[in-house]
């Protein structure tokens, strides 16, 4: 316990009750906080799903591309025309 370093052990120990009390939390200041959290979450949901869209669109363009040079490389190596390269 912390030593007082007022004249009146009155007021100390009415601070020590206080601060006794206080070292949890109560139930509205966390229902406040899950709340707060709770709308914080529903404003960057929306945000979150377009950034995998265009996640999801990059890879698939990406996949296009590498199909495309694939077919290419295949058709330089082996020296011939494919159907759906032309």
Same mark, same amino acid.
Do not use: H
């Given at each position: 316990?912390?030593?007082?370093?007022?004249?009146?052990?009155?007021?100390? #120990?009415?601070?020590?009750?206080?601060?006794?009390? #206080?070292?949890?939390?109560?139930?509205?200041?966390?229902?406040?906080?899950?709340?707060?959290?709770?709308?914080?979450?529903?404003?960057?949901?929306?945000?979150?799903?377009?950034? #995998?869209?265009?996640?999801?669109?990059?890879?698939?363009?990406?996949?296009? #591309?590498?199909?495309?040079?694939?077919?290419?490389?295949?058709?330089?190596?082996?020296?011939?025309?494919?159907?759906?390269?032309?």
């Amino acid at each position: 316990m912390m030593r007082c370093k007022c004249a009146s052990r009155v007021a100390c #120990r009415w601070s020590y009750a206080l601060w006794d009390r #206080r070292l949890g939390f109560t139930l509205i200041e966390l229902l406040v906080v899950i709340a707060i959290i709770a709308i914080l979450a529903a404003i960057l949901f929306p945000v979150f799903s377009q950034a #995998r869209e265009k996640a999801r669109q990059a890879t698939c363009i990406s996949n296009n #591309r590498n199909i495309i040079m694939a077919a290419i490389q295949y058709s330089q190596d082996y020296e011939t025309r494919s159907s759906c390269i032309t």
